[in-house]
């Protein structure tokens, strides 16, 4: 029997056009061993509410992970309606926020559409843009981190049409937040949806959730990667009225959070005292460091975040990162094209901070 050979074939010729020139989203440094500070990927210092640990076991224990988890988180929903004063059915679950704003860009912008986001600011907007085979509208920041009314407008420069707009806020990496009578301005006058991304909501000093009774447009994304110390758990929600959750549930995946982590999640948002203490603690330390940091000679920013952005006006950015890591302490360096480059600090314990402090002096 004659065998044929298939001639070989790239796999970049086998996907669509726009996958094969994406660049990929590139996430923090996560080692696997070895003992590193940690302070790039702004997860939270601490470890989670203990009931969150009791509700993961008691799930465990039941006859729960045999069958499919409730497709809309009912009892998280239920619980996260009281505590942020809305009705269960203006919240979406999610696999983390950044499931979210997947199903968000799934939604709203389809090949060849338009999404526009500020810039510098969290770049996997960019790669679901590309994704979906859509233009991404880079908006730049003003100096001062202020955002100008052109973020408003209807048409790019290049005269197409935005479907949808994107703003972290607070913002990643400044750690600075626009005030919510700014982002409602921002809303009234684009002619899309705008997602309000609040990963980082819970150490600001206000949020922009109740701008959705006041506009159908605005959705507000959260996460509780951050502020409920469970990166590794993945879970978040989205606030927007019903007739955009309709919308949403359709491109949903059935299951897209498991059983763990809505019992998980519905037992950290439920433990507000808990929040409260963690808060105020970050929020202390945040404050620290960003003195200590400018007593050294660094532009650090007042964060809103549990983060802080620094740059230096004479000493280059990312030798600091190199000579930090060799000392086994992970900070970010990043770097953006058109605006310039910097370094952004997670808030870690106290004893962190201190160790950190202490070797970037000697730098």
Known sequence: MTRTTIPAVRAESLVRPEIAALAGYVPGEQPQGG??????TNENPYPPSPAVARAIAATAAGRTLARYPDPLATVFRMRAAEILGVDPDWIICGNGSDDLLTILVRTFVGAGGCLRMPYPSYILYRTLAGIQG????????????????????????????????????????????LPPARVAALAESLPCALVVDEAYGDFADASCIGLVRQNERVIVTRSFSKSYALAGLRFGFAVAQPSVIEQLQK?????????????????????????????????????????????????????????????????????????????????????????????????????????????????
């Open 251 to 363: 491109v949903k995946d059935s299951y897209n959070c498991d059983a763990l982590s809505i019992a998980a999640a519905t037992a950290a948002i439920d433990d507000q005292a808990w929040l409260a203490d963690n808060r105020a603690k970050i929020v202390a330390t945040r404050r620290r460091l960003g003195a200590s940091l400018t007593a050294l000679g660094y532009d650090a920013i007042d964060s809103q975040a549990n983060f802080v952005w620094c740059t230096h006006p004479e000493r280059p950015h990312r030798p600091v990162y190199e000579a930090l890591k060799k000392q086994g302490i992970l900070i970010r360096y990043m770097q953006y094209a058109g605006w310039g480059d910097g370094l952004r600090i997670s808030v870690g314990t106290d004893d962190e901070i201190d160790a950190f402090l202490a070797v970037i002096k000697t730098i």
């Open 35 to 40: 003992k590193w500070i940690k302070l790039n």
């Open 134 to 177: 859509a233009v991404c509208d880079e908006f730049h920041f003003n100096p001062d981190w202020s955002l100008g009314d052109g973020f408003g407008a209807a048409r790019t420069a290049a005269g197409a049409d935005v479907r949808l707009a994107i703003i972290a806020n607070p913002n990643s990496p400044s750690g600075t937040l």
